[in-house]
């Protein structure tokens, strides 16, 4: 139960895009200081994050969508 929780594609995608926009107000922030800080690292893991669901999500949308054209050809 709880791996398909820890698995599941758009819980991380969500998750992603919360510490990718929360991270990104930060970044954004320490514009004037050239300091580095963890929020820095925290929006690239966010990027990777996002890009390693897309291709999750892309594939059950394509299932979904053979699955709508069998529905149709019946």
Same mark, same amino acid.
């Given at each position: 139960?709880?791996?398909?929780? =820890?698995?599941?594609?758009?819980?991380?995608? &969500?998750?992603?895009? +919360?510490?990718? !926009?929360?991270? $990104?107000?930060?970044?954004?922030?320490?514009?004037?200081?050239?300091?580095?800080?963890?929020?820095?690292? =925290?929006?690239?893991?966010?990027?990777?994050? &996002?890009?390693?669901? +897309?291709?999750? !999500?892309?594939? $059950?949308?394509?299932?979904?969508?053979?699955?709508?054209?069998?529905?149709?050809?019946?």
């Amino acid at each position: 139960m709880l791996n398909k929780i =820890i698995e599941n594609p758009y819980l991380n995608l &969500i998750s992603g895009l +919360i510490l990718l !926009i929360t991270s $990104g107000y930060e970044v954004s922030l320490s514009f004037k200081d050239p300091s580095l800080g963890a929020h820095h690292g =925290i929006f690239i893991f966010s990027i990777f994050q &996002i890009m390693k669901t +897309i291709p999750d !999500i892309m594939h $059950g949308l394509k299932n979904i969508q053979e699955a709508d054209s069998i529905v149709e050809s019946k």
